[in-house]
């Protein structure tokens, strides 16, 4: 093997080590998603489970930007049942809000406080939290729209209204039964029962 093909293997091999370790940036699209499963999806690209590399001692984690928080989902009535605690460390300083109420008040804080309960409790989780960009809506800044390397799939297909469906797809749908249908015709003479 010459010295110009061991250069060439050594720069090769040395631009894939430098891909490995570079920052990703991932977007999800939480519209009609439950917070728990986004912070999940979050929490893995943050931390880098995702990589072959991953050490929980190294930082080599990627960015993630969330989008549509506004719109989130819960199930049944988490709306008005789940509730968020917080206290100040003063004396009466303890406070809770509902789900629905700390949603009204801050679209991102729910996905937020999701997130970062789901990273872990080391040193590493303020700098992971960096790398976590929550808007409300689907509109991005430039400089972050033209960093996204991939957008990942949600966590649950979303239905679709019966309204959105075309006639061919209706008409298309597997019939589970039919309607009965009366084919006989019903005398109207009155029956008399011998005893």
Not at 76 to 95: A, C, D, I, M
Not at 159 to 173: C, G, M, N, V, W
């Amino acid at each position: 093997m010459s010295s110009m093909e061991k250069t060439y293997c050594h720069i090769k091999y040395r631009s894939l080590q430098w891909a490995t370790f570079a920052r990703s940036w991932f977007l999800i699209d939480a519209r009609m998603q439950p917070p728990g499963k986004v912070a999940t999806m979050c929490s893995i690209r943050l931390q880098g489970k995702h990589k072959p590399i991953y050490h929980a001692l190294s930082d080599i984690g990627d960015h993630v930007v969330v989008i549509n928080t506004k719109h989130i989902a819960f199930s049944g009535n988490k709306w008005e049942q789940k509730v968020y605690s917080s206290h100040t460390g003063y004396p009466g300083g303890f406070k809770q809000v509902t789900a629905a109420q700390l949603h009204h008040k801050d679209p991102k804080a729910i996905v937020k406080l999701a997130v970062y309960g789901m990273l872990p409790r080391n040193l590493h989780r303020r700098t992971m939290m960096q790398r976590l960009h929550i808007f409300p809506e689907d509109e991005l800044p430039d400089n972050i729209r033209a960093n996204l390397t991939e957008e990942l799939p949600q966590a649950r297909e979303i239905p679709r209204k019966l309204s959105e469906y075309t006639q061919e797809e209706i008409d298309a749908f597997p019939k589970l039964w039919t309607p009965y249908v009366e084919t006989h015709t019903v005398c109207s003479q009155t029956h008399t029962v011998l005893a």
